[in-house]
């Protein structure tokens, strides 16, 4: 928009000096009213935007549990089954387990975030002592994977050391322990290396 004082001078002709003082004015008065409308521009935006947050503070509290999952995923969609981020660590290399024993290892050290849930890849491999014949079962388990899931079973047929390997992934919790465990039903002590491979958050 194109603005004009009230009075405009000629070069070479005298100025009176209430039409310079009233240009002046006209100045002022439209630097005010300008302002005036910035103000209130920004009073609109505080209000607006208070209200907005508090529209945003929603209680979920009557919400069931399906529905805050929901919210949850929404809030997290960006790291909702994230990348996979390599991360190697031999856990155990040659480590002995006897029949009915578990052995946990911490992953504090190797998932970013304690408060988190992550999908880690794993690898066991077995060696297992046992007569022609035997099964020896090992298992996997976490906080959030209570039920052992079956990584390992090695059945020796003709000789007294039995083979086995597999990797999985298993879910961690915040509990952020793996557990390795040897069957009761079992036949003879195992020896085995555990190893991870890689993570990703998945919330």
């Given at each position: 928009m194109?603005?004009?004082?009230?009075?405009?001078f000629?070069?070479?002709?005298?100025?009176?000096?209430?039409?310079v003082?009233?240009n002046?004015?006209?100045?002022l008065?439209?630097?005010q009213?300008?302002?005036?409308?910035?103000?209130?521009?920004?009073?609109?935006?505080?209000?607006?935007s208070?209200?907005?947050?508090?529209?945003?503070n929603?209680?979920?509290s009557n919400l069931?549990?399906?529905?805050?999952a929901?919210f949850n995923?929404?809030?997290?969609?960006?790291d909702l089954?994230g990348?996979?981020t390599?991360?190697?660590?031999?856990?155990?290399v040659?480590?002995?387990?006897?029949?009915g024993?578990?052995?946990?290892?911490?992953?504090?050290?190797?998932?970013?975030?304690?408060?988190e849930?992550?999908e880690?890849m794993?690898?066991?491999?077995?060696?297992?002592?046992?007569?022609?014949?035997?099964?020896?079962?090992?298992y996997?388990?976490?906080?959030?994977m209570t039920?052992?899931?079956?990584v390992?079973?090695?059945?020796?047929?003709h000789?007294?050391?039995?083979?086995?390997?597999?990797?999985?992934?298993?879910?961690?919790?915040?509990?952020?322990?793996?557990?390795?465990?040897?069957?009761?039903?079992?036949?003879?002590?195992?020896?085995?290396?555990f190893?991870i491979?890689?993570?990703?958050?998945v919330?």
């Amino acid at each position: 928009m194109t603005y004009g004082v009230p009075y405009s001078f000629v070069p070479g002709t005298k100025a009176k000096a209430d039409e310079v003082n009233a240009n002046f004015i006209d100045i002022l008065d439209k630097i005010q009213t300008t302002n005036s409308r910035i103000d209130t521009a920004n009073t609109t935006i505080q209000e607006c935007s208070a209200s907005i947050d508090s529209k945003l503070n929603i209680d979920l509290s009557n919400l069931s549990e399906e529905g805050e999952a929901m919210f949850n995923g929404m809030a997290y969609a960006k790291d909702l089954d994230g990348n996979w981020t390599e991360k190697y660590t031999a856990c155990a290399v040659n480590t002995s387990i006897s029949t009915g024993v578990t052995q946990s290892y911490s992953l504090s050290n190797i998932l970013p975030k304690d408060s988190e849930l992550y999908e880690v890849m794993i690898a066991i491999t077995a060696e297992t002592a046992a007569t022609s014949g035997a099964l020896a079962y090992l298992y996997v388990s976490t906080d959030k994977m209570t039920n052992k899931k079956p990584v390992i079973k090695t059945i020796s047929r003709h000789s007294s050391v039995a083979y086995g390997n597999n990797a999985c992934t298993v879910i961690v919790g915040t509990g952020r322990k793996i557990n390795i465990n040897s069957s009761a039903s079992s036949v003879g002590a195992s020896s085995y290396n555990f190893e991870i491979y890689a993570y990703r958050k998945v919330r």
